[in-house]
């Protein structure tokens, strides 16, 4: 639950950084690319524990389908929570 916590606070500091310096830009970049290695860690974690009961050399078609189920419920979930704290963000700018 953490992870994507952080992911969403570095998304959204993409928007607010608008301006900042070189080296800020480079670390922010840094920072986006380990939540996405992070995130990718967790999905393949998730989506195997689910749907792969038993390892073996190649994904059944239940399984392939299975895991594209998983994946993409948790990246429309990701991306409701997104757009509505880049809303709500937003919307807190244009108020002060």
């Given at each position: 639950?953490?992870?994507?916590?952080?992911?969403?606070?570095?998304i959204l500091s993409i928007?607010?950084?608008?301006?900042?310096?070189?080296?800020?830009?480079?670390?922010?970049?840094?920072?986006?690319?380990?939540?996405?290695q992070a995130v990718v860690f967790k999905l393949t974690d998730i989506s195997f524990d689910q749907c792969v009961p038993k390892p073996s050399s190649s994904l059944s078609y239940s399984e392939q389908s299975c895991i594209t189920s998983v994946v993409g419920?948790?990246?429309?979930?990701?991306?409701i929570v997104v757009g509505r704290l880049s809303a709500a963000a937003s919307g807190s700018n244009h108020r002060t």
């Open positions: 639950m953490f992870l994507e916590f952080e992911c969403v606070y570095v928007y607010i950084t608008v301006g900042s310096s070189s080296f800020e830009q480079a670390l922010l970049a840094e920072q986006q690319k380990a939540l996405v419920k948790y990246l429309e979930t990701t991306d």
